[in-house]
């Protein structure tokens, strides 16, 4: 029976804990904090969301490269898969309309209980409040899994300690960046005022990265949402406020007023636009401008509205993070090269995907992935 250490109780290496104790092996499982899955409790918050229902090949492609490698990892255990896990530990799950798979209360405690139940009934030692202190400690392990997390929501340890402990061994890292984060907008206080925390409904966010349908919220620093996650970037992006509708509509219904309105009275009486979508024409137009608008140009405007994306929200408040262990550092089964009886898992490698149940998925995937390794399957 090989005697397996796993550092860090995220859903990575939860997984890989399940994995290899149901198969026999000796398993402890260390955390420098004093319970498991802090980060899956943060994400699991607002819904959680524990993959996407698409087929297979969909949901590799969202992964990126080494797209050979995410292809087998996604493959050794699959959303299906996934969520029958789920399921067997008594939690049902549902697909959203937006494709989405969520467990059914939308939170992650009750997840995170049941698994942990699991995994000491099926032996797995924990170890909490015991931090990670290097190569030295891996030693008395036939195998040392690191499912170490990523470098979002640690606004307590800066740099993170292990990250330089795999640098001074000679791992090329890549330096941590926020990802599936807000981004910062120059608000007017009377915009802030009348639209702060409120959202812009049904919406198209279009940057150089392409179109995302969707909902944003409006936050005192900027834009928050799924859009702005998927497509943001520094510079100008266009919304289209009435994405079901074309200019053509627009511009019949704006000049249908009989009344000798402004161009402002005209869209809030003739389109019936959300109180923010009126806020934010009204305050992020050039007043002079605003009011010289035809309807043509006012359509114009409504369906591709210029707004400057300034910087992202800082590391410690983004959803995930890239960066991390270069790809380059790991073999087809996610050890190390230097370093043959260490693996890696998780977050820690340096990988990027949009919210939306990918991450976990990736997460638990690259668990199966490692497990399989181990156990020579």
Known sequence: MKNIAIIGSGPAGLMVADQLSDAGMK???????KSAGRKLLIAGSSGLNITYDAPLEELVAQYG??????????????????????????????????????????????????????????????????????IAETKQYDATILALGGGSWEPDEKPLRWVKILKDL???FNDFTASNVGYQVAWPAKFLAESEGKPLKTIVLTSS????KGELMVTKYGLEGTPIYFLGEAGEVRID????STI???????????????????VQKMLKLSPVADSLIFHMTEPALLKSLTPSEMAERIKSFPLTLTATQPLDEAISSGGG???????????????????????????????GGFLLQGCVSQAAWVAKAILGQ
């Not at 398993?27 to 904090?33: A, C, G, S």
Request: with cysteine.
């Open 170 to 172: 000679g791992i090329k």
């Open 65 to 134: 490269a080494p797209h050979e490698m995410w292809d087998k990892m996604i493959r050794a255990f699959t959303a299906r898969q996934w969520r029958n896990w789920i399921e067997e530990l008594g939690i049902p799950t549902f697909v959203g309309t937006s494709r989405r798979v969520f467990v059914e209360d939308m939170k992650a405690a009750n997840l995170l209980k049941l698994w942990q139940e699991r995994l000491v009934t099926q032996g797995v030692e924990f170890r909490f409040g015991t931090e990670w202190g290097g």
């Open 248 to 266: 053509e509509d627009l511009v019949t219904r704006l000049e249908s007023a009989k009344e000798n309105l402004s161009p402002m009275r005209r």
């Open 27 to 33: 398993v402890t499982v260390y955390e420098k904090r």
């Open 241 to 244: 406020l009435k994405p079901d």
């Open 209 to 212: 990265r392409g179109s995302k």
């Open 325 to 355: 262990v270069d790809w380059s550092e790991l073999d087809e089964n996610l050890r190390l090269k230097k370093f043959p009886k260490i693996y890696c898992i998780g977050e820690m490698i340096d990988w990027d995907v949009p919210t």
